[in-house]
């Protein structure tokens, strides 16, 4: 792979990271680049000068006693973050994280006893869980659609979903890239096979904003909850839930405070007193992306992905089970089985890499094996696969 001049090891000073870690795992928590912590801190000692002033009545629109010439601050961030999104500001709001902004619609949907949410074998842990928590609640189930894989045929993905959604569906919960497999679903086409057998769509987009175009004003779904923390650069924890106009009424954050029934602005900017700054700071981190070039970014990520999903498997005699249209800035493929198939064995796969070779990278038990995510970011460069693929095999050897 052919490094990009001005990404690489040479961006790792633009970040607060340790140097000495190989750390190939920005998708799982984040990392913001030190341009977003110096906002996010000038933005803290703002607040601190006058906390009562900033919080009460310039940071949301149900503030009081102040007359407004400019809309609150929360509001002008999230019209910045939509716009980067292809969405408008009044049909966007912030929440701590993507799980945040899924239990937000999920306790405001109205759930029968009977009623059926439809999620993926593919979705993430704690959001499956959430959907099984909401389910319980009200009488509804919770159905599990297992995804082909190997992965080949979008149409087919499309057509397993929809073949799953039955009379009594009321709610598809979908991912627009997996957690566990990394996989960008054709998220379009889903929502509008949903649609058409009148079944609602709610989106997990933990890790596509910033890491893949997001047009959310034509996805034709109803609710979609993402994180900026993870690909968008901005400090943790930071989210975005957006919702389609009609589908506004009767959403509320899992907090209920000043703003109830004042719509989406006011019951989400003002969920009692808490750090606004990640919200606030999160335009920073779409400004620096788009001074060095969104496409070029995304590009860049998704080649070093790429690469590291077929050189790896290649030098490991694995199987990788998808082509490239799946994958985005992470890929997820199998370690030599000589390595172990429970999640403990990942774990500690995982943690011995980290304490004796200095490389962060995430591993996981799926399908009767132990796979790795690589997620790549323009900190990377392709020797740092290479280190990771020479580790592979040292610990494969040991097993052997």
Request: with cysteine.
């Amino acid at each position: 792979m052919a490094v990009a001049t001005r990404f690489g090891r040479v961006m790792l000073a633009q970040w607060a990271l340790d140097p000495a870690v190989t750390y190939l795992n920005h998708g799982t928590v984040g990392a913001p680049p030190r341009r977003v912590l110096a906002a996010q801190q000038a933005i803290r000692d703002r607040i601190e000068r006058q906390p009562s002033k900033f919080l009460l009545r310039e940071l949301s629109s149900i503030a009081v006693g102040m007359p407004r010439s400019e809309p609150p601050l929360m509001r002008d961030a999230a019209a910045k973050v939509a716009a980067f999104l292809g969405a408008r500001g009044e049909d966007l709001a912030f929440v701590d994280n993507a799980s945040s902004g899924v239990n937000a619609v999920l306790r405001s949907f109205p759930l029968a006893a009977g009623d059926e949410i439809v999620i993926t074998d593919h979705a993430y842990g704690g959001v499956a869980l959430a959907a099984q928590y909401y389910a319980r609640m009200s009488g509804a189930t919770v159905r599990t659609v297992e995804l082909p894989y190997p992965l080949s045929d979008p149409a087919h993905v499309v057509e397993t979903i929809a073949a799953a959604l039955g009379p009594r569906t009321r709610l598809l919960l979908v991912d627009h890239i997996t957690s566990t497999s990394a996989l960008v679903l054709p998220l379009a086409e889903i929502a509008a096979a949903a649609k058409r057998k009148g079944v609602a769509v709610l989106v997990d987009g933990a890790h596509a904003p910033g890491a893949i175009p997001v047009a959310l004003d034509s996805l034709g779904v109803d609710w979609y909850s993402g994180n900026l923390h993870k690909w968008a650069w901005s400090p943790r924890s930071c989210g975005v839930l957006w919702a389609a106009p009609d589908r506004q009424a009767g959403l509320h954050p899992p907090v209920i405070s000043w703003g109830l029934d004042q719509g989406l602005a006011a019951e989400f900017d003002w969920v009692g007193t808490r750090d606004p700054s990640p919200a606030l700071a999160a335009p920073e981190g779409l400004a620096f992306m788009e001074e060095l070039g969104v496409a070029a970014v995304q590009r860049y990520n998704h080649d070093l992905a790429w690469h590291a999903a077929q050189s790896l498997t290649a030098r490991w005699g694995t199987a990788l089970g998808v082509d490239e249209r799946w994958i985005g800035t992470m890929a997820t493929f199998p370690l030599p089985a000589a390595l172990g198939t429970t999640s403990e064995e990942g774990e500690r796969l995982r943690d011995r890499l980290l304490f004796e070779d200095a490389i962060e990278i995430q591993i996981h038990g799926w399908r009767g094996g132990l796979w790795v995510r690589v997620s790549a970011q323009i900190y990377n460069e392709p020797d740092e696969v290479e280190k990771l693929g020479r580790a592979i095999e040292a610990r494969a050897a040991g097993h052997s």
